[in-house]
């Protein structure tokens, strides 16, 4: 009994100093953001890799959300013979809860993923400690832009997707099904209000600095990592945990965000 105690007393202790070195790391990147010098360039790059370059995947998966969405949703409404509201369910359903969701996830798998190895990297081949001996910042130098970019990325994504799936429902519900034209757009318009754009632009904005801060923390802090597993296997360990980490903060937190703003 006293082991299992102290046990759980270890792990107590170990998760909490990780909490406290993951806020602090949060806290020198934050500060960075907003302290000249602002390297535009960098971000610029960034945002090229992380949104310009995800464009394609996002589309192509909005599409067909939208096309499942509409799919799923007119086979329960024409059961109570509100048909009428598929515009309205589909925008909805994308713009408040799928759209910021699923390019969330996403994103983590095509970019966090990156960003994590390419930062675990650096870090096992001292990349990131030749920095430091010349007296450049890290943070500055590699965090602060993936920051920015994630921040501009994520939501302009977001849009993407949301876009995409009311195509995707167009397609199913006015081409495909036979509903009106207008009728689709007109529930749309009646459906959705400026409160349901504000939720969705303010969830895709936090996952995407829990993404960004995850991922980057993860590969930055490689080195005190607990199994002790360096190498090309404990940047692929790392990078596993980063995706996971990331995947179940952005539900936990479309959770929290969706509450509050209920």
């Avoid at 464009?55 to 499942?68: E, K, R, Y």
């Avoid at 993407?160 to 689709?184: E, N, S």
């Avoid at 995947?247 to 479309?254: C, G, K, R």
Wanted: with cysteine.
């Amino acid at each position: 009994m006293m082991q299992q105690i102290r046990s759980l007393g270890t792990h107590g202790c170990y998760f909490t100093k990780q909490a406290g070195i993951l806020g602090i790391f949060l806290f020198c990147c934050l500060i960075r953001m907003v302290t000249p010098p602002i390297q535009v360039q960098r971000i610029t790059k960034q945002i090229h890799f992380m949104g310009a370059r995800s464009s394609i995947v996002i589309l192509l998966a909005g599409l067909f959300t939208g096309m499942v969405v509409a799919l799923q949703f007119y086979d329960t409404l024409v059961r109570f013979g509100s048909v009428d509201l598929l515009g309205s369910a589909v925008g909805l359903s994308l713009i408040r809860e799928l759209g910021p969701v699923i390019t969330a996830l996403m994103f983590t798998g095509r970019v966090g993923s990156a960003i994590c190895a390419e930062i675990g990297i650096m870090r096992i081949s001292e990349q990131i400690d030749a920095l430091e001996c010349m007296g450049i910042d890290p943070y500055r130098f590699l965090m602060t832009s993936k920051f920015w970019a994630g921040l501009v990325s994520v939501p302009l994504l977001t849009a993407l997707f949301d876009v995409a799936g009311i195509v995707g429902g167009y397609l199913v519900g006015v081409v495909l099904i036979g509903i009106g034209q207008g009728t689709y757009f007109n529930g749309l318009h009646n459906g959705v209000e400026w409160n349901d754009i504000e939720m969705g632009f303010i969830k895709s904005l936090a996952f995407g600095l829990v993404i960004i801060w995850i991922c980057t923390a993860k590969g930055y802090l490689l080195h005190l990592r607990r199994t002790g597993v360096f190498g090309a296997e404990g940047v692929s360990h790392v990078t596993t945990d980063a995706v996971v980490f990331s995947s179940v903060a952005i539900l936990l937190t479309d959770y929290l965000i969706g509450s509050i703003m209920l």
